[in-house]
């Protein structure tokens, strides 16, 4: 279900930033492709780099003037943005995850990186944990992952 | 209706979730006095076991978890003077306005001049071989145990049903400590939001479409379950079954709406299967057939918290209105209001078949 050709619809989506945003830097990337009468993430935003409109099922348009400043990983109810990083360093990127778990990871952990079917893709390690009391419980965990793998890792878990 | 102590109170409301609480704190603003009956030791109907943030807009309240929501809600019917009687179950509403109630030590009768029911739903149950054994439970009892008792009622845990209650009460139950090995859906397609399905999903349940439970398994309580393919004309494809050890099962195959109390007060009905079956048909004020009773939330059709706190708004301000507590000119802004952010929140796939059926029970309340 949440396959390769899935990911490819994601790709292709109004949500998913331009291959030449991503190469920028830190940047939302919103996976939601469903029709649902839900906007927190256009309201959020302070530079209007997502457009819900009206009516307000239409599918957020991202417009690539983001900041990388992470309040619509916070504020989604589907837990549906994520923030990559491509230029993290040569060989890797930055994921940051919205994430409801305890015990939280620790910084400079090293965790198992799953995709979006929970299957294993690649050890990550845990970069910053930003658990900001206005987030209200939903921390941002990033991690770094090989940078081939930034559009498959979606989850983590911790190593037993 | 003889006997008992009387109580009286301008508008009484049955049932203190997100509709009842709503309606009554709109009628309270407008200087309805009001009491609010609920058989439960706190308000809040389902809204305090949710823990997840609400979709919607800003004027929905989006973003915000479920049981804040109720907080807001228990302060405005504080601050509003709204009396809630708790511990109070409601046995008999009358075409007459009048109310049986019962505590522990008495029966006593409610005299209103407008009543909302607002009693909600209860979840369907799903039967097979051995489905009685305990720890097979409603998804909304393991939810109710893991978020307001702070029970983990079982470690692996297998779903069946995945509308968003199931999606969701799997991902609380994962935020819980328990494995969710899989969630068992009888159709070939996600029945809840696909961000939903996607959160379990990627934390390493399966989601196993055309699939259903053949049988559970256990001495004491669940200890397995079998679960089999099925072909398109629903029957279980022999030799697909497999067994899982699991020690919860949660059964989230949908929700029907509490109505005993609308059949009583002889209320009209309209069958919606897509809205949970029998529903008491209304107007667009949410007033039933039966003069003086409202109604609103999920006795009136199976749909969302954010709906319900809606049409709990549509039926306060309109009693209000007739009560003549406001006047009609400001009754209909604020009305046409709700009603537009209950039309918001009806679009899109996952709300027009529910549009459409609001508007086949309008109709069929103007037929009678």
Redesign the interface.
């Known amino acids: 279900m949440f396959d390769k050709k899935y990911i490819d619809k994601l790709r292709k989506s109004s949500g998913w930033p331009s291959d030449e945003r991503l190469n920028q830097g830190p940047v939302a990337v919103i996976e939601c492709i469903e029709e649902i009468p839900c906007n927190p993430c256009e309201t959020v935003c302070p530079k209007n780099s997502i457009t819900v409109g009206n009516p307000i099922t239409n599918l957020p348009k991202f417009h690539d003037i983001c900041t990388g400043c992470g309040k619509c990983l916070v504020v989604c109810p589907g837990l549906a943005v994520f923030m990559i990083d491509r230029t993290y360093s040569e060989t890797e990127a930055s994921i940051t995850i919205p994430y409801e778990l305890i015990p939280l990871p620790n910084k400079g952990d090293i965790v198992i990186a799953l995709n979006r079917m929970g299957e294993t893709v690649c050890k990550g390690k845990v970069l910053k944990i930003n658990s900001n009391k206005n987030y209200n419980k939903t921390n941002l965990v990033t991690i770094s992952i090989p940078k081939k793998y930034s559009d498959e890792v979606r989850f983590f878990k911790l190593e037993k | 209706m003889e006997g008992g102590v009387k109580l009286k109170t301008e508008l009484a409301v049955i049932g203190a979730g997100p509709a009842g609480l709503c309606a009554a704190i709109e009628a309270a603003k407008n200087g309805v006095d009001v009491t609010v009956f609920d058989e439960n030791k706190k308000p809040g109907g389902q809204l305090f076991k949710q823990i ?7 004027e929905h309240l ?2 915000t ?1 479920g049981f804040e929501i109720g907080n807001m809600l228990l302060d405005d019917a504080k601050k509003y003077g709204v009396k809630v009687m708790l511990d109070n179950v409601v046995w008999g509403l009358f075409p007459d306005l009048k109310i049986g109630i019962s505590d522990e030590e008495k029966v006593s009768i409610v005299e209103a001049q407008k009543v909302v029911v607002a009693t909600g739903a209860i979840e369907n149950s799903l039967s097979f071989p051995g489905w009685t054994l305990p720890n097979i439970m409603g998804a909304g009892a393991a939810q109710t145990m893991i978020n307001v008792n702070m029970v983990l009622p079982g470690k692996r845990v297998i779903t069946v049903g995945s509308g968003n209650v199931g999606l969701i009460v799997s991902y609380q139950l ?2 819980a400590g328990a494995e969710v090995v899989a969630i068992v859906e009888a159709l070939d397609h ?1 029945g809840g ?7 379990v ?5 399966k ?1 196993l ?1 055309n699939h259903t439970i053949t049988k559970a398994l256990g001495d004491k309580f669940v200890e397995k379950v079998e679960v089999g393919k099925i072909d398109k004309d629903f029957n279980v494809v022999k030799g697909s079954e497999q067994l899982y050890d699991v020690d919860l099962v949660c059964i989230a195959v949908g929700l029907r709406p509490l109505s005993e109390l609308c059949w009583m007060s002889g209320m009209k009905f309209d069958y919606l299967p897509e809205m949970g079956g029998f529903i008491p048909v209304h107007d667009n004020n949410m007033k039933s057939n039966v003069p003086g009773i409202y109604i609103a939330g999920d006795v009136t059709g199976i749909e969302e918290a954010s709906t319900a706190m809606e049409e709990g708004k549509v039926a306060g301000i309109a009693i209000s209105q007739a009560l003549g507590k406001i006047d009609n000119k400001k009754g209909l802004i604020l009305l046409n209001e709700a009603r537009e952010r209950l039309g ?8 027009d078949f529910r549009h459409a059926a609001k508007e086949k029970i309008i109709r069929k309340y103007y037929s009678y």
């Not at chain 2, 999903?201 to 349940?205: L, P, S």
């Open positions: 997840h943030r609400f979709f919607g807009s800003e989006a973003g978890r994962m935020q996600v939001y696909m961000v939903h399905a996607a959160k999903a990627r934390m390493g349940t989601i479409l918001t929140l009806r679009l899109g796939p996952f709300g």
